[in-house]
């Protein structure tokens, strides 16, 4: 790789394989970590169904987190869904206990005017 550019490789191990991988500066790590999930997979599947051949683990593997990533995907639209609900929800009881608070301070406006109003009656037939 050139110098300067920003890009850096770096060796992974899958299925008893080693393959030099292209991947940013500073992303070595996640390379390797991702590399490892995928093995460990092909592990799993190789325990599971004994060897069936290199080329059928890896796409079988493959398949699988696939699988889970469409299955993230649809429950990160479903909880996004739910969040936008949850804020309409929330806008809607804020306007809603805004309204009930100005109602009740028109009550209590109300209330007063009458209580002064009293109290000017019940003064004026005093003197």
């Known amino acids: 790789m050139a110098e300067g550019t920003g890009a850096s490789s770096v060796n992974v191990t899958i299925a008893g394989r080693t393959f030099r991988m292209a991947c940013g500066a500073g992303e070595e790590a996640h390379l390797e970590a991702l590399a490892a999930q995928i093995d460990s997979r092909i592990g799993e599947l190789r325990g599971a169904f004994g060897e069936i051949g290199d080329q059928r683990l890896t796409v079988m593997a493959a398949i699988t987190i ?44 109300l209330a007063a005017r009458r209580i002064e109003g009293l109290a000017q009656t019940m003064g004026g037939t005093k003197g």
């Open 66 to 109: 696939a699988d889970e990533l469409s299955e993230s995907r649809r429950r990160i639209v479903e909880l996004e869904k739910k969040i936008d609900d949850l804020s309409h929800a929330a806008l809607t009881a804020d306007d809603h206990a805004m309204a009930w608070i100005e109602s009740l301070a028109q009550t209590i406006d």
